[in-house]
């Protein structure tokens, strides 16, 4: 048997904010896109879906956290601190988003990641 995490949907109230973040930092291209503001649902390849709701307050409930593993870790970090993330005490791979967004950052292999990311799973 094998699974793994198929996407995991954050409400944002800041919902271009975050796309920005993750296309710029991440390298995640939007894979689909759904609604109109102010409800729209963003799908971002790697399993990010962020669903914009200019209600939420940033409150619990979101979620504690998720991992990206990336290749060029210390890129990554770096232009996180610049986009305004603060590493937690847990460590420095532990970055909170200015909206509350917890992120813990993973060192990976390249190869492996292109062959990951390569592989396309879903079904249009």
């Not at 793994?4 to 409400?11: D, G, P």
């Not at 944002?12 to 894979?31: A, G, K, T, Y």
Request: hydrophobic content about 40%.
């Amino acid at each position: 048997m094998a699974a793994y995490l198929e996407h995991m949907a954050f409400k944002v109230n800041d919902l271009d904010w975050c796309v920005r973040f993750f296309q710029e930092v991440f390298d995640m291209p939007i894979r689909l896109s759904l609604g109109q503001a102010p409800h729209r649902k963003i799908w971002l390849h790697a399993g990010i879906q962020l669903n914009e709701d200019l209600e939420y307050k940033n409150e619990e409930g979101r979620c504690d956290h998720f991992a990206l593993m990336v290749s060029n870790y210390d890129e990554v970090l770096k232009k996180c601190l610049e986009y305004g993330c603060k590493a937690l005490p847990t460590g420095e791979n532990w970055l909170q988003m200015p909206n509350g967004m917890i992120i813990e950052l993973k060192r990976g292999d390249q190869k492996a990641l292109d062959t990951i990311i390569s592989q396309k799973p879903w079904v249009d």
